[in-house]
């Protein structure tokens, strides 16, 4: 396996805009997820996450602390987790998965209150499945019927 490249998170700035219009995601991913383009409209309590790998833009997820989150925990300190994509043509050189090791010490610095990250996976989304466990995620045995079948709801503890 090569070596992955530097990869670190960053909140939105406007100067990612432009990667982040050219993202493509094939057909088979776009079911599950959403192109950054399609839910990087700024809204209160919603922070956009750009995946950065030598400081281009190769990925992209939400974080909500929004009354959504209250969907899946009971937990007032949890963030949602929604919408992490990595454009196709980066795929397949690690990204996602560093990007949720590292997820939990840059939650801790950048939302202090924050101690667990949740998230939904579509029951048939293997590959996500596979790379939230790997990421110290787990299954939390909560489900919930999502616009495309059951959904599976994951939590990583920060603290």
């Known amino acids: ?47 956009r996450v ?26 007032p300190h949890a963030m949602l987790l929604t919408a992490l994509s990595i454009d196709h043509r980066q795929q397949g050189k690690g990204y996602a998965k560093k990007a949720m090791q590292i997820v939990k010490e840059w939650v801790r610095l950048e939302f202090e209150a924050c101690n667990e990250i949740v998230l939904v996976v579509n029951h048939k989304n293997i590959p996500a499945q596979t790379l939230y466990r790997q990421t110290g995620y787990h299954d939390t045995g909560r489900r919930k019927i999502g616009k495309i079948g059951e959904q599976f709801i994951f939590a990583l503890s920060i603290r």
Request: charged content about 25%; glycine content about 6%.
């Open 50 to 75: 750009v995946i950065l790998a030598e400081g281009t833009p190769v990925g992209f997820f939400l974080l909500h602390s929004t009354d959504r989150v209250k969907e899946y925990t009971d937990n």
């Open 1 to 47: 396996m090569t070596q992955i490249e530097e990869v670190a998170l960053s909140l939105f700035q406007e100067k990612h805009v432009e990667y982040l219009k050219g993202f493509q995601l094939p057909p088979e991913q776009a079911k599950f997820t959403a192109l950054p383009e399609q839910v990087w409209e700024e809204a209160e309590g919603q922070y």
